[in-house]
């Protein structure tokens, strides 16, 4: 679910173990941004597809001069929208826009091209981590190991909150947590890809965890997998 850690979580697992790290719901979000920025009804489904196959999406590792908290920058048409992307617009209207099929079928296809080629080893890292609501699900089905990281929706909320204060842009904490609930709805409750775990996930609850906490319990999960295969 949105601010379970598992972006974090994913980003520390990747450079311990000199992995590309993918999270793929930053592409939703800058679809997403990319439409509401073009003035598009999130409503009007087909002009949300359209947008989606048009958008350029670059996802690349942050530069020299951009240590400022990112784990990946995310270019839209060139502009780095990397911050722009977690505004609480997008966080409304993120669930809706990637609930479409042909958005999910826009972007599906580049995640699973990209993950597979790192997966092979032909690429300038030996593996790669993927975080996303569908991507042990729908996207790599085939994963090595997949996670499923969650805690409740007063603690993601909270996380949320204190992120963006942290980016200046102070909003109600009861928002916060009324949007991440009707997100979790429409996230669960969506046609297509809908937000569960795979079968052969193992949970993760890190409620009242740090990340320092999280990163431990997955690596624990990690190491057994590798003793037991």
């Not at 890190?206 to 990690?222: K, S």
Request: aromatic content about 4%; some cysteine; proline content about 4%.
């Amino acid at each position: 679910p949105a601010a379970s850690g598992k972006s974090t979580l994913g980003f520390r697992l990747a450079a311990l173990l000199d992995y590309l790290f993918l999270d793929t719901g930053v592409m939703y979000r800058a679809v997403t941004w990319a439409v509401l920025a073009q003035g598009i009804a999130c409503s009007d489904e087909a002009a949300v597809g359209d947008c989606a196959h048009a958008v350029d999406i670059d996802i690349r590792a942050p530069g020299a001069d951009q240590q400022d908290g990112r784990h990946t920058t995310v270019l839209v048409d060139g502009r780095d929208v990397t911050w722009l992307i977690r505004a609480p617009e997008v966080d409304r209207n993120v669930s809706v826009v990637s609930a479409y099929p042909e958005v999910r079928r826009a972007l599906t296809a580049k995640q699973r091209q990209i993950a597979h080629r790192y997966g092979r080893g032909d690429a300038d890292r030996p593996g790669i981590v993927l975080v996303g609501r569908d991507t042990g699900t729908v996207v790599v089905p085939d994963a090595a190991l997949k996670l499923y990281v969650d805690a409740t929706p007063e603690e993601r909320a909270r996380r949320r909150h204190r992120e963006l204060e942290k980016q200046g842009k102070p909003v109600d904490y009861d928002q916060v947590l009324a949007d991440m609930i009707r997100r979790d709805r429409i996230d669960s409750e969506r046609a297509v890809a809908p937000l569960r775990p795979a079968d052969d996930a193992i949970r993760i609850d890190n409620t009242g965890q740090d990340a320092g906490a999280t990163l431990a319990q997955a690596v624990r999960v990690l190491r057994q997998k590798v003793a037991s295969d």
